[in-house]
């Protein structure tokens, strides 16, 4: 028996006219570090998107731990449940513009979804706010609001609030891609260390070098439609699709 | 002219102060009111296309008319309304209803409708990945409105909510030429009697100049205090 600890199956994503998702399936299993690799327009970012359903899938099946996530579409809009609320809270985002909560402090953004979504007590939550900051690096900038912090810092932040809520899968929308260049690597260095830890993560990214080295599965997505996936040996160095071909070539170089 | 002001059957002090206890208990009950409708109207909004547009109406309609004319219409229309109403369940008795319940409700309308757009502004003006965190993070919508916008919707239009406040307070004055006895109506009232309106209207004036400047200074305060640190 396979298990997935997230998968989709079929997954069609349109806006009106236009199919954006034609039909994709992926999954990670416990521990994958899964990358999304693509031209941008290439459906990457959507396709991590409806994994916690911020995008409504058109048509397609959700899985966590091998059990389907239900939902229902209502006049086009998301029927919000609250099993879709737990669903959601189970997985970590990270978005690409850190989306930090402005007027909480690190410390308090970190604390926010664990003491408001999951209920913790308020010695729980700061218990587990100060291990999360600890992890990445910003114990000692906790009480910083998002404006006092570096992009790096607040990334981190970002992470740590994904982190701290104990999810079953991160996700990661082109965490790096709002960075200047030389704050990039703080933040790589400790998806790095995460991945190492053993969390299961799918994450979209431009950076070709760091896909390589994290990722046990890379997917290469080109309008809509998984080209070519497999081991990053396989996609980076001997990919079967020429299209994959082209784009890792003009990427890394 | 401090015997004017003075205390008991011969001066007016007590008129005018009882008028502005008047003034400014009419003012803080129309704010309150009326900004928290504003911002219930601003929520219904998103409720839906319908919705939209019956808010959007509202707010129209009661900024595209003179305050006064509000005033008045409220003032004349709301008894025959309710009477009509009443009539029509069978109850002919006179409905007296209080000049300043009708004050009360025309500011507290007027305010609705001018806070609402005051709110509008402000959320359109939070970025929507504030909203979108929340969701992600599996946050009831009621929470997420509570804990992540409401707070920084506040700080945003608390500027706006500043104005609405200072003109709410001199608005209470039209409601004067309805005879409820707030400070313009008592000094009104003095300025006829004593044939001295000027120092009547002067006095009035000043009175209303303190208030609006010590608001003045409480809105600075306030923002002040709970500006989003690092962000001016």
């Not at chain 1, 079929?10 to 031209?39: F, H, M, P, T, W």
């Not at chain 1, 997985?91 to 690190?106: D, S």
């Not at chain 2, 009477?83 to 000049?99: D, K, M, Q």
């Amino acid at each position: 028996m396979t298990r997935h600890q997230i998968s989709v199956e079929n997954l069609r994503k349109s806006y009106g006219q236009l199919e954006v998702l034609k039909g994709v399936s992926l999954a990670a299993d416990k521990g994958e570090v899964v990358s999304l690799i693509g031209s941008s327009g290439s459906g990457k970012s959507t396709l991590l998107r409806c994994l916690n359903l911020l995008e409504v899938p058109t048509s397609g099946a959700l899985t966590l731990e091998d059990q389907p996530v239900e939902y229902v579409v209502r006049n086009g809009a998301l029927n919000e449940t609250r099993a879709i609320r737990q669903y959601r809270a189970s997985l970590g985002m990270v978005f690409q513009n850190f989306n930090l909560w402005r007027h909480m402090t690190a410390a308090q953004n970190v604390q926010a979804p664990l003491r408001h979504v999951l209920g913790l007590s308020k010695s729980e939550a700061h218990e587990r706010a100060e291990r999360a900051l600890e992890q990445v690096g910003l114990f000692d900038r906790r009480d910083h609001y998002p404006s006092q912090l570096s992009g790096g810092q607040q990334q981190r932040a970002a992470i740590a609030r994904a982190l701290a809520i104990e999810p079953k899968v991160l996700l990661f929308d082109e965490p790096t891609s709002a960075l200047d260049p030389e704050l990039v690597k703080e933040v790589l260095n400790v998806i790095v260390k995460l991945a190492e830890g053993g969390a299961t993560m799918m994450l979209v990214t431009h950076e070709m070098r760091f896909a390589r080295e994290v990722s046990s599965k890379v997917a290469f997505l080109d309008a809509g439609q998984i080209e070519e996936t497999g081991p990053p040996s396989q996609v980076f160095d001997a990919p079967s699709s020429e299209r994959c071909a082209q784009f890792v070539s003009s990427a890394s170089h | 002219m401090f015997e004017l002001l003075s205390f008991g059957d011969a001066g007016w002090g007590d008129e005018i102060s009882r008028g502005l206890v008047t003034t400014l208990i009419l003012a803080v009950i129309c704010f309150v009111t009326g900004t928290f409708v504003g911002l219930m109207l601003t929520l219904l909004r998103r409720a839906g296309r319908f919705s939209r547009f019956v808010v959007g109406a509202y707010v129209t309609v009661l900024r595209g008319v003179p305050e006064l004319l509000v005033i008045y219409l409220f003032f004349f229309g709301t008894g025959v309304f309710v009477r009509g109403v009443a009539a029509s369940f069978g109850y002919t008795e006179y409905i007296n209803l209080s000049g300043f319940f009708l004050a009360a409700l025309a500011l507290t309308c007027i305010t609705a409708a001018y806070s609402a757009e005051v709110f509008r502004g402000a959320a359109s003006s939070i970025p929507p990945g504030q909203a979108e965190a929340a969701r992600a993070f599996g946050f009831k919508p009621s929470k997420a409105f509570r804990l992540i916008e409401l707070p920084q919707l506040i700080v945003v239009a608390l500027p706006g909510l500043g104005n609405i406040w200072l003109i709410l307070l001199k608005d209470t004055a039209l409601v004067s030429l309805t005879s409820v006895a707030e400070l313009m109506r008592q000094s009104t009232v003095a300025a006829g009697a004593t044939f001295r309106p000027f120092t009547f209207y002067a006095i009035a004036a000043a009175i209303y100049f303190i208030i609006s400047m010590f608001s003045e200074r409480a809105v600075t305060a306030v923002e002040r205090r709970i500006a989003i640190t690092g962000e001016r």
